[in-house]
């Protein structure tokens, strides 16, 4: 077009026909491309032919959007009494040491309704105590495959993000822990799903969903020997940004 090529170069993503209501050569293309497409034999009269709708589901079959399951499935968890792991005031304890041994003990008393997707960190985080009476969930692994690990581990925040959204629409309760500096990494997608679930909860029919929950390590508050590199709250500001009705922020008090 104009002596540019559009198809298979980056111009097909833009708009390829710019001028198409105004100059009559691009309407023409335009009609000629869309003609491709033989909607006049796929949409007879105005309806879908045959072969097209003998493949939706009819009025008496189950559809995904209509089952309660897909759209009310949310099941709490039991919970463990956290005053069992507490310390003594003064005493020398890692907070992650004892948060691992009491998630141990959430896993055990939720064993199909739990999870915990860590991007490559669960050790250097001190979470291992969750290891005693579950494990990694590597499909590769042929230790741990297929033996009902609760522990999703990858090195890609995005995929820990994405997992873990996808289990929490099913209905169950997930965790993401990781560095502080690092979790800014899946901001964006921290802040559309907060705004899809926005919106979820203003419709009649669809039922709560359980909190996405992150751990914030390396935190700003806390000098140590990778502080520089592994400390940036700008994932707690995001989080802050968001309206109160939706999001919280836990501090440990000092």
Known sequence: MDGNFIEGSFRSHQVPLPSAKTDESQLQEL???LSHYHVQELIKDGNPRESILSILPRENSKKLGQL?????PYVGLKTVDWEEYGVEKGTDHSCMKVTG???DKVFQENPSTLR???PDELESNKLDAVLDHTQRNFQWDEYSRANG???IEVLSEHDCQGFMQGYTLTGRTALFPSYESFLGIIHTMMV???KFVKIAREISWRGDLASINYIETSTWARQEHNGFSHQNPSFIGAVLNLKSESARVGRPKG
């Open 31 to 33: 009609q000629e491309w």
């Open 68 to 72: 309660r399951m897909a759209n009310d």
């Open 101 to 103: 041994r009491y998630l």
């Open 116 to 118: 915990l997707f860590s």
């Open 149 to 151: 690990g609760r522990i």
């Open 192 to 194: 559309q799903y907060s």
